[in-house]
């Protein structure tokens, strides 16, 4: 668990929100024991304080490509179903919001859905990654809209991994009024990580905007996450970030 403060200092106002991402490692296809890791990572980020958790890509039902391709529905996640409920509830507990991740059957295929559970336990919002890479095209659909909500006068941008590889994302977010990007990703040892630590704090500092990018630690689905979560202020500088455990 990683965290830090959005503390907009432009606004007197607006008083500081405290963010968090949760490096959480999962198991493919196991929605309720991911679930579980949820619960206790939204207790672990409220008692540092933290009203915002960010958690990885597809964190309810891990990034197992082989099984994601073999498999789609097994990780199929919708609102009001059991693993929603109880990520909800954890969130209704500690009057958190939640960011987490799993595959929404749409009407012309399978996206890759970000969920922004409220600290009512409600989802308060839902957005379909824009950008798929080659892998992905195969099993899954292209969101085609941004997604912004706002908590305590904040506006949070979400974005989902290979999102953020595209300038053009996170600033159609920022011009829209975005204070920060919200950014689920899953990004592996080698080239990935390298890209990683590249994109995020450009994003941050050609925005002038807040950014938080969870990712996973540990490794399933055959690869291993390079981890290295971390909250990015809009000089580009990290606020605070995590290691690769």
């Not at 024991?33 to 619960?39: C, K, L, M, Y």
């Not at 540092?48 to 097994?74: I, M, N, Q, T």
């Not at 390298?194 to 994003?203: D, E, M, N, T, W």
Request: hydrophobic share 45%.
């Amino acid at each position: 668990m990683v965290g830090g403060d959005v503390t907009g200092d432009d606004d007197p106002v607006r008083e500081p929100l405290r963010v968090a991402a949760a490096q959480i490692e999962a198991v493919g296809g196991d929605l309720a024991g991911n679930a579980a890791a949820h619960v206790r990572a939204v207790a672990e980020a409220a008692a540092l304080g933290a009203r915002v958790v960010v958690f990885p890509e597809l964190s309810l039902c891990g990034y197992d490509y082989p099984l994601l391709a073999a498999d789609v529905a097994r990780c199929e996640v919708e609102v009001g179903d059991a693993v929603l409920r109880t990520v909800g509830g954890a969130c209704r507990a500690h009057r958190v919001t939640a960011v987490v991740g799993g595959c929404a059957r749409r009407a012309d295929g399978w996206a890759i859905a970000a969920f922004v559970v409220g600290p009512d336990g409600a989802v308060a919002a839902t957005y379909h990654k824009r950008h798929l890479d080659a892998d992905e095209r195969a099993v899954f659909v292209a969101g085609h809209t941004d997604t912004m909500v706002q908590l305590d006068g904040w506006r949070l941008g979400l974005g989902v991994c290979y999102d953020a590889s595209f300038p053009e994302h996170a600033r159609g977010l920022a011009l829209a009024g975005a204070d920060a990007y919200l950014v689920p990703g899953a990004f592996t040892v080698g080239d990935s990580d390298h890209r990683r630590g590249v994109y995020f704090p450009a994003r941050a500092l050609e925005n002038t905007s807040y950014v938080l990018f969870a990712n996973y630690a540990g490794a399933h689905g055959g690869w291993r996450f390079a981890g290295h979560s971390a909250v990015y202020g809009p000089d580009g500088r990290a606020l605070a970030a995590a290691g690769t455990a």
